[in-house]
């Protein structure tokens, strides 16, 4: 048997005990990243545990919405859980978005335990060069 102390883990697993599981009016945080690489941004969420089908992604005007549903596995009648520390239950967070962004082409990929959704920059907020035009010289009016 596994025996390790470390008081606020008990702590956080003594107040999930008592407020139980998230649920989907009242989720969870989930951990993340957030960074710009190169044309684009980088949003990274761990999810360790959940399958592809329990997470949903949402895109309304600029609030971008990851949503995610951890259940727990199932087991034997014979089995007896001596240690659970893994949280169950359902995960959200909320990011809104510049208005530079093109959230119409977002791509979403799940690999290891991590959602990484990458958001290109719009071309309307890429830098850009401005031509100068040169006037034809002096024009005079003659009366």
């Not at 959940?50 to 199932?74: C, F, H, Q, W």
Request: proline share 8%.
């Amino acid at each position: 048997m596994l025996m390790r102390t470390d008081p606020f883990r008990e702590l956080d697993r003594l107040t999930q005990q008592l407020l139980g599981p998230a649920t989907w009016s009242r989720p969870s945080p989930m951990p993340m990243d957030a960074y710009r690489e190169g044309d684009e941004y980088v949003v990274a969420f761990d999810l360790p545990g959940v399958s592809p089908e329990g997470i949903d992604i949402d895109v309304e005007r600029n609030m971008l919405t990851v949503k995610a549903e951890r259940r727990p596995v199932a087991k034997a009648d014979d089995v007896q859980m001596e240690l659970s520390e893994r949280p169950l239950g359902v995960f959200s967070r909320q990011i809104v978005l510049a208005d530079t962004l093109d959230t119409e082409h977002i791509q979403a990929d799940y690999d290891a335990g991590v959602l990484t959704l990458r958001i290109p920059i719009a071309e309307r907020a890429k830098p850009r060069k401005v031509a100068i035009g040169v006037g034809s010289g002096r024009k005079e009016i003659s009366g």
